[in-house]
């Protein structure tokens, strides 16, 4: 079954693997079938509604650059005979029930559009009304939903991501704040490239105010954060503490983690960027090395390690014996670029 992701638009390719690791997450076996802009369309095996159950549950509430999930009804061409010939065509089995009312909502992509939208939703409208169900503009039983971007992507909304909570746990609004810390959703998906599941071991040795150990707790995992700075480990304690999540602080060195061999499962991590950064290390590049070397230690066996900063991170974890998975690129603004890198360590 096709199922498809509308996504932010805020990059290029983060939420696209920000899908792919949630979907890996649940364990759901899939395969890619069209990628169009923020548009990510791919076919899910297994019984329906195990399948919609994990997408309408664990993977819209860890989502963070995504706005919708579709069941997919068809894909055609982006112009309006080709859409129309397409919910002309389609049978409603399986996307709208006997008695149930719909309302169609049309959503066009940057510039890959250039005729109305209205005439189209009304048009669309009007092919299942004719197919024996009743429109409601306000509280309908079933949204369809068009994303007109290189192709033409019609569907039934299966859930919405609550991105407003996001904003609801923007720094400034927590009850300790310092700046320059990563913004919720950014903080979310990266602790979601980490694959990190419910129940599992997650450590940031950079906490700060302890961003991303609120998003992994969200999501389940259980956090431990170090800082350097008793006022930062002071101010996470507050901010965990006020989301009432399972978490161990401590105020410490990156370089020498108070940790056994092999027993964190994910790190997640920002580290400080700059001359101003408050560090125990001579430099920042003693700080990464050493740092991305205690992070090899505590890792298990397979374990995954993220690491955002301003400069290639990847010469020093391949140093310290990871693997580097993936890359990625994130223009903040004019000053600052972030690189995330995804390591891995050996299996032994």
Request: aromatic content about 8%; hydrophobic content about 40%.
């Amino acid at each position: 079954m096709l199922y498809a992701f509308e996504l932010s638009g805020e990059h290029d390719e983060l939420p696209v693997a920000e899908v792919f690791a949630c979907l890996k997450i649940e364990k759901l076996d899939f395969r890619l079938h069209a990628r169009v802009d923020q548009c990510l369309v791919v076919d899910i095996s297994g019984r329906e509604k195990d399948v919609e159950r994990a997408l309408t549950g664990p993977v819209t509430e860890r989502l963070a650059m995504t706005h919708h999930i579709l069941k997919v009804v068809g894909i055609t061409e982006n112009n309006p005979d080709a859409v129309l010939k397409l919910a002309e065509a389609f049978e409603s089995r399986g996307y709208i029930r006997e008695g149930e009312s719909f309302v169609v909502r049309a959503k066009r992509i940057k510039h890959h559009v250039d005729f109305p939208c209205d005439s189209l939703e009304q048009k669309i409208g009007g092919f299942i009304y004719r197919k024996g169900f009743r429109a409601n503009l306000t509280s309908p039983d079933v949204e369809f939903r068009l994303i007109l971007s290189e192709k033409a992507v019609l569907g039934t909304l299966l859930s919405s991501v609550d991105r407003s909570a996001y904003e609801a746990r923007t720094p400034q609004n927590k009850p300790f704040f310092h700046p320059g810390v990563l913004m919720p959703r950014v903080a979310r998906v990266i602790t979601n490239l980490s694959g990190i599941k419910p129940g599992e071991l997650l450590l940031d040795p950079f906490c700060g105010t302890a961003g991303i150990l609120v998003e992994a707790g969200f999501v389940g995992a259980r956090v431990i954060g170090i800082d350097a700075q008793e006022k930062l480990v002071l101010g996470a304690h507050m901010n965990l503490e006020a989301y009432e999540l399972d978490y161990l602080l401590m105020e410490g060195d990156a370089c020498r983690i108070p940790l056994k061999d092999s027993t964190i499962d994910t790190v997640v991590t920002d580290p400080p960027y700059g001359r101003s950064a408050a560090i125990l290390a001579g430099s920042l590049e003693e700080l990464y090395s050493g740092a991305l070397e205690e992070i090899h230690r505590v890792l298990k066996p397979g374990g995954i390690a993220v690491v955002v900063s301003d400069k290639a991170a990847f010469e020093y974890g391949e140093k310290a014996g990871l693997k580097v998975l993936e890359i990625y690129v994130q223009r903040v603004h004019r000053s600052l670029t972030r690189i995330i890198t995804i390591f891995q360590k050996d299996m032994d």
